[in-house]
Each structure stands twice: as structure tokens, then as C-alpha cells.
């Protein structure tokens, strides 16, 4: 199985700051045949199920606000998040879909410093 | 709108079976893969598998084949996912989600389900 390690599990930023969410897959998730990277992001708050923010390592969910970016190819990504808002508070996770079975990142756990 | 409801909460004795349901809404039920995922503190979040309703097939993650069973009523937009024998170790959220897909390969996760609460207690 790709095992999916996001970095770090748990961070404080301030109101309007910015966050940055590591995740490292351990082999490529990187698919030649259409030149993408198979990793998603997802967001869960309390009590929710998780809700899909990227795909494709950089896409942006419909609906979902410009302040979500994603970023990163082969094995390294990054979610960052600008402008930290109250309703950013939630544990985010990283997916990936190259290969069978799916897999998710322990969770990055997100509060307001 | 796309909705997926699941089935209650399930507090159920070692041993014992279950079928969870979870209905889809709002979308061609058929053409999209319906994933069971799994949510423990000590485990995180685990992709159970997946089924296409429009012809029944079905993809495990090794560490759950045999140990439940993925299924889907097309006729009323329903997949399932059962247990013969409970263990208290399947306590769990469990939630349905529709999955989007390129060249029928499942890929992400678009809509979640709420969750179904399953205790199994020993």
C-alpha cells in the first residue's frame, strides 16, 4: 500500500495567516498516461464528514474558496491556506488515487493561534 | 442536489450481523463508483472499496476483503455494505462517498455521506 505521511499533525496559525500542510507519499503518485498527480485534499470539521477541497495535487473543488491552494508533484505536496479564516478550523487530510487501495494521511489537526 | 443518506446508528453484540445502507440523490446513481470508508482514532480514515452500480463491480482494500461485503440495489439507488460476524474491533464511522472517475478507475471523493455510528461491544 502508498503510505501517506502528512507533516505536521498538529498547527496553530493566526487569524489572516497562513497555513501550510505537508504530505509525502511513499512512492510516486505521479501517472505518466495523463501526466498527473493522483492526490486529493480533503477538509473535516467536527462532527462532519470530510469535505473535498483539491484534486489533481492543485485543482480547486467547485465552490471552494482561492484561499485553498495545492501544490506539489511525485511524492511532496502541499496544501497551503491564506488568510486564515475561523471557519478553517478542521483536520485536513491528503488521499491518494494512483493505486488500489486508496489511502489517507493520519490528519493535520488546524486551530487559531 | 447530490445527497447521500445512510442508514442510523448501530449499537450491535460480537458476533452478530449488519447491512448499512446508503441511499443516492440528485445524480445518475449507476454511472458514478460509491466508496465505504472507515473512521477510527487509531486507525484515521481507510478506503474500504468501491462498487460501480452499472455493472457490479467491486474493488477491495485487502485488509477488509472477507471481512464485509460491498453491495448496490440500482433499482432503488442504494449501496450497502454488511457484516456476517460483528467484532468489536468494527467500531467505527462508517461513510459512503461518490467517487469521480476517469476511464471507469475511481479516483476522488465529491459527495460524503453523514456517517453511520457502528459500536460492537464484546
Known amino acids: 500500500d502508498i503510505v501517506m505521511t502528512q507533516s505536521p499533525d498538529s498547527l496553530a496559525v493566526s487569524l489572516g495567516g497562513r497555513a501550510t500542510i505537508n504530505c509525502k507519499s511513499s512512492q510516486s503518485v505521479f501517472f505518466g498516461l495523463n501526466r498527473e498527480d493522483h492526490l486529493a485534499w480533503y477538509q473535516q470539521k467536527p462532527g462532519q464528514p470530510p469535505k473535498l477541497l483539491i484534486y489533481w495535487a492543485s485543482t480547486r473543488q467547485s465552490g471552494v474558496p482561492d484561499r485553498f491552494s495545492g501544490s506539489g508533484s511525485g511524492t511532496d505536496f502541499t496544501l497551503t491556506i491564506s488568510d486564515l479564516q475561523p471557519e478553517d478550523v478542521a483536520v485536513y487530510y491528503c488521499?491518494?488515487?494512483?493505486?488500489?487501495?486508496?489511502?489517507f494521511g493520519q490528519g493535520t489537526n488546524l486551530e487559531i493561534k | 442536489e447530490v445527497q447521500l443518506v445512510q442508514s442510523g446508528a448501530e449499537m450491535k453484540q460480537s458476533g452478530e450481523s449488519l447491512k448499512i445502507s446508503c441511499k443516492g440523490s440528485g445524480y445518475n446513481f449507476k454511472e458514478y463508483w460509491m466508496a465505504w470508508m472507515r473512521q477510527t482514532p487509531g486507525r484515521g480514515l481507510e478506503w474500504m472499496g468501491v462498487?460501480?452500480?452499472?455493472?457490479?463491480?467491486?474493488r477491495y482494500n485487502p485488509s477488509f476483503k472477507g471481512q464485509v461485503t460491498i453491495s448496490v440495489d440500482k433499482s432503488i439507488n442504494t449501496a450497502h455494505l454488511q457484516w456476517t460476524s460483528l467484532k468489536a474491533s468494527d467500531t467505527g464511522i462508517y461513510y459512503c462517498?461518490?467517487?469521480?472517475?476517469?476511464?471507469?478507475?475511481?479516483?476522488?471523493?465529491?459527495?460524503w455521506g453523514p456517517g453511520t455510528l457502528v459500536s460492537v461491544s464484546s
Open positions: 462498487i460501480f452500480p452499472r455493472d457490479y463491480d467491486v
Open positions: 462517498a461518490r467517487g469521480w472517475w476517469v476511464v471507469v478507475e475511481p479516483l476522488w471523493y465529491d459527495f
Open positions: 488521499q491518494q488515487y494512483y493505486d488500489s487501495p486508496h489511502t
